[in-house]
């Protein structure tokens, strides 16, 4: 709804729909009305359009999308034109968020205020849209075509600050002032000045000249940065319309393109990433505690065991939630390396402006270094992250269990070892968790916590609370070997590599995936990464091929298929980008060439075992690397690892880079369809057989598909534990 008053002559309309004034169909009808009654009073002589408590209207009502109410009257754009035909001043009175749908309605209006702390944008690009209501048409007249494109095609939040400099805020008002009495003072002065240049409709695009020029540039770095995403394309396209036809011209460059992404499937998929990504904070452990009625600890005091890559990536994390970090390393090298490097990244923050100096001195004074365990014996929590094998954990969690306040939480930064049994090593099992962090801990956005058998729900509600102090997308896991991320990974890891032994090479692999939208192949990963990471964890399980006793088969490991390629590279020297050469070679730059030399192991090895080279279309190659992957994200739901297939998806988005717009594994199998899922997983399983239990079915996905074919990915878990609660359901 909105609210309507009359102050000294301005009429003030006040949306008030909370949480955050989206402009449903109810307040859309409400704001019209009172947009007409405003104007037909004559004893009103400007209007304010505001937003009553958290904020200005942030968009258009996310939910309605893809339902039949978005398309019911009046639509937004009605609502922009009539705030900007009126023959009354209207001012857009901006605090909290003006986002896509909001900012639209404020570009509608003659003039634009707004808190210095207020942040505006266009982001419908990372719903998979754009937006509707005339912004892609009023924005470059404004800001200009460059900028404009910039701002929707990105889709990113600037400051009112930001915007004043660009002629699209008029006033910036001050911290502390009131927006609403600065609003209608500036309403009261516009009263008789000309409107006409300030019906944005009416003027042209400053830079609309170098159009052409500015489509290449963005086509180019969009392409890059959000490869296979439809929306970002479809922006520009009609953006460009605003240069190049007239405004009622470009408005319906601006529909038609609105038709084109609604009706995509990348749109519906980024609508559920933007609700997944806050559905999984509302976590919940069933029959034991959940994020309503679990309380957190308070945390003032971390510690950090450990500085080595992850563990300086923690410390910021740590740091820059305002938390006191006490980092230990023994190696005296290790630790003035380390916190070197943390300082000089708070130093990085400062000057590129994402800290003020004030944060800056309070984070370096926050760092505190020691060098033996007592030096942890105030914290409130402590994260170990070191080398992944469980007798230092265990070594370590004891030390911990000592020296630590019985108080505190223990945590291990472990990335597939059992929880259980480092807690099993201590007295306090109940306040031992996960929480695994993605490398670069400090760049990553993600967050995979993981209950042990024992935590109890203050820990749990702990290490949540946490994640989200990080900011950080925090998905809560049960306890398994590589928990949700790394133990379905394995499989997409495993499967790539027997592509290799079977016909493919490594470009042709990672150009597939580069077709589906990853940023980067999972061979050029493996050489970011490093491949020594990987060889490490499987010489900690025994797995290599030089730790088998002789005659043990090289492509098995007990009775499953196994392929040593990875280990010959490694053995090669071949450690990735590091060393400049992996999986491909680097010659002066970070561009992957492959190299013959990988191309003659292959080779050599497909000799060695009589494999005659096959060609592997696309298609299969992404159904060998996706699709084991999907299969085992049922066992996992079945399994109750993870509570919901959005947080396997969010795990996926933001630990390993998933394209968004395809929503992550789960969301994309259900659009693919479950039923050819299954059908090819089954395909599969036959001609491989037991020594790739991967291809096995999952018994939660064939169930799924024998009774309901394929139901909407909210009603998977609803459904299927339905039918396992009841006493004869054999699954
Ligand atoms: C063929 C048919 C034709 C159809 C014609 C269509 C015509 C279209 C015309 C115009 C179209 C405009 C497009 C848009 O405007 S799309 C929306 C653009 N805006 C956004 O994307 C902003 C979304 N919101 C956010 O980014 C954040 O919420 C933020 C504002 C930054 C605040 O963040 P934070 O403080 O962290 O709060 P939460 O994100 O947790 O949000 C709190 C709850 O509010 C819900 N929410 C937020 N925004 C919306 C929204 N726009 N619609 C619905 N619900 C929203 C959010 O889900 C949280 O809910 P809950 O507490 O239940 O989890």
Redesign the pocket.
């Known amino acids: 709804m909105a609210k309507y008053s009359v102050e000294n002559e301005v009429a003030v309309i006040a949306v008030d729909n909370p ?2 004034n ?2 449903s169909h109810h307040v859309r009808k409400s704001l019209l009305k009172y947009l007409k009654e405003a104007e037909s009073d004559e004893k009103v002589t400007s209007i304010v359009l505001c937003g009553d408590g958290r ?1 200005f209207p ?6 309605e ?1 893809h339902k039949s109410v ?2 019911l009257g009046p ?3 009605d609502i922009v034109d009539a705030l900007e035909k009126s023959k009354k001043p209207t001012i857009a009175a901006i605090h909290g ?1 003006a ?4 900012l ?1 309605i404020a570009l509608g209006c003659h003039y634009r205020i707004a808190m210095t702390n207020s ?1 505006v944008g266009l ?2 690009v ?2 998979g ?1 754009l ?3 005339g ?1 892609t048409q009023r924005l470059p007249r404004v800001i200009g075509l460059d900028n404009a494109m910039q701002w929707i095609a990105y889709g990113g ?1 600037h400051s009112a600050g930001i915007g004043a400099s660009l002629g699209l805020i008029d006033r910036v008002v001050p911290q502390g002032g009131n927006i609403r009495e600065h609003a209608i003072l500036f309403a009261k002065a516009a009263v008789g000045k000309s409107l006409g240049q300030r019906r944005l409709s009416n003027i042209s695009v400053p830079d609309a000249a170098k159009v052409e020029s500015l489509m290449a540039k963005h086509l180019k770095e969009v392409s890059k940065k959000s490869r296979g995403a439809l929306a970002p394309i479809v922006c520009l396209q009609v953006i460009k319309s605003s240069a190049l036809l007239s405004y009622q011209e470009g408005l319906e460059s601006e529909r038609q393109g ?2 084109t992404l ?1 009706a995509s499937s990348q749109s519906r998929a980024q609508i559920y990433s ?2 997944a990504e ?2 999984v904070s ?1 976590w919940s452990v069933p029959g034991v505690t959940n994020y309503q009625n679990a309380v957190p600890m308070k945390v003032k005091a971390v510690g950090v065991v450990g500085l080595g890559t992850m563990g300086r990536g923690i410390a910021i994390c740590c740091l820059r939630a305002g938390k006191i970090t006490y980092v230990l390393e023994m190696n005296t090298k290790a630790q003035t390396a380390g916190v070197k490097y943390i300082r000089g990244y708070i130093e990085t923050m400062r000057k590129r402006k994402q800290i003020n100096d004030q944060q800056s001195s309070m984070m370096n004074n926050a760092l505190i270094p020691v060098d033996n365990y007592n030096g942890l014996k105030n914290v409130d929590l402590v994260i170990e992250a070191v080398f992944e094998s469980m007798k230092i954990k265990k070594e370590i969690f004891k030390k911990l269990e000592k020296v630590c306040k019985p108080s505190a939480i223990l945590a291990s930064n472990t990335s597939t070892l059992n929880i259980d049994e480092m807690a099993s090593v201590t007295k306090r099992p109940q306040k031992v968790a996960g929480m695994h962090f993605f490398a670069p801990a400090h760049i990553m956005m993600l967050l995979e916590n993981i209950r042990g058998e024992k935590s109890s729900p203050e820990t749990i509600a702990t290490i949540m609370d946490l994640g989200k102090q990080m900011r950080k997308t925090t998905v809560l896991v049960g306890n398994c070997h590589g928990f949700v991320g790394n133990r379905m990974f394995a499989y997409y890891t495993a499967e790539s590599s027997f592509l290799l032994e079977e016909g493919a090479y490594p470009k042709q692999v990672d150009d597939v995936l580069l077709d589906y939208g990853f940023a980067m192949g999972r061979f050029q990963v493996g050489d970011l990464s490093g491949t020594d990471i990987g060889y490490k964890i499987r010489r900690e399980r025994g797995l290599t091929h030089k730790q088998q006793p002789a005659g043990t088969p090289e492509r098995k490991r007990g009775d499953r298929r196994y392929s040593p390629l990875d280990d010959f590279l490694y053995e090669k020297g071949r450690y990735g980008l590091k060393a400049r050469k992996g999986w491909y070679k680097y010659e002066g730059s970070r561009t992957p060439i492959p190299d013959p030399e990988v191309r003659k192991m292959i080779d050599d090895f497909r000799k060695r075992h009589n494999i005659n080279p096959r060609h592997i279309s696309p298609e299969e190659t992404l159904q060998r690397m996706i699709f084991p992957l999907v299969n085992e994200g049922f066992n996992v739901l079945d399994e109750g690892i993870a509570a919901n297939p959005w947080d396997i998806d969010m795990i996926f988005q933001h630990g390993y880079a998933w394209p968004r717009h395809t929503g992550g594994p789960m969301y994309y199998a259900y659009t693919i369809g479950l039923p050819q899922v299954l059908k090819v997983i089954e395909e599969r399983w036959k001609l491989a057989g037991a020594s790739e239990p991967h291809w096995k079915p999952s018994k939660m996905l064939t169930w799924l598909v024998e009774h309901h074919g394929n139901p909407d990915i909210n009603d998977w878990i609803k459904l299927y534990k339905e039918r396992k609660s009841q006493p004869n359901s054999n699954l």
């Open positions: 949480p955050m989206a402009l904020t942030v968009g258009a009502d996310i939910k999308f978005s398309k639509t937004i754009l968020n986002l896509g749908g909001g639209e942040k982001p419908e990372k719903l849209i937006p509707g209501a912004g939040h609105m038709f609604l933007f609700f806050r559905q509302k």
